[in-house]
Each structure stands twice: as structure tokens, then as C-alpha cells.
């Protein structure tokens, strides 16, 4: 399965702003992040706390993600 995967904000300092993933089989979004915790453990504390689109809606740890979703991780942010 491949996906298209969008960091945003903080976490651009830890993956490219766009990056093409490939799994085997189907992943939840909890088992997305895990996986991005260890290909950076350092950005383990912000992806715990950031938020998952796919296809821009939102979605729960419990979630599926799709063969060929766009997946955003959204960390917390803040400005003025």
C-alpha cells in the first residue's frame, strides 16, 4: 500500500514536508504513528500529541488508512 504523506509545522524539522510511504498491508493511524516514531524516534513527543487527516477529514487512532491516501500530521501550533 503506498500513501502520501504531508508534515506540517514543527514536524518538518523531523520528515520532509511530502514523502511517499509504502506498507504492507493496511495500517490504522495508531500503527502509522508508531511507525513514524521509529523511523525518528526524536519526534516521538510531538507525534504522540498531533492530530491525522486522511483525505482532509480528521481521522481517530482507530482509523484505516487507504491505498493511495493523503495523510496529514498535524502537531499542535500556535501565532499570532
Known amino acids: ?20 510511504l509504502t506498507f504492507d498491508g493496511t495500517k490504522s493511524v495508531s500503527e502509522l504513528k508508531s511507525f513514524l516514531i521509529d523511523l525518528n524516534p526524536e519526534a516521538k513527543n510531538l507525534i504522540k500529541i498531533s492530530r491525522i487527516s486522511i483525505n482532509q477529514i480528521i481521522a481517530k487512532d482507530s482509523d484505516s488508512i487507504t491505498e493511495g491516501a493523503i495523510v496529514a ?6 501565532g499570532g
Open 1 to 20: 500500500m503506498k500513501i502520501q504523506l504531508l508534515s506540517f509545522a514543527a514536524l518538518k524539522d523531523f520528515f520532509p514536508s511530502r514523502q511517499e
Open 73 to 78: 500530521i498535524l502537531p499542535p501550533s500556535s
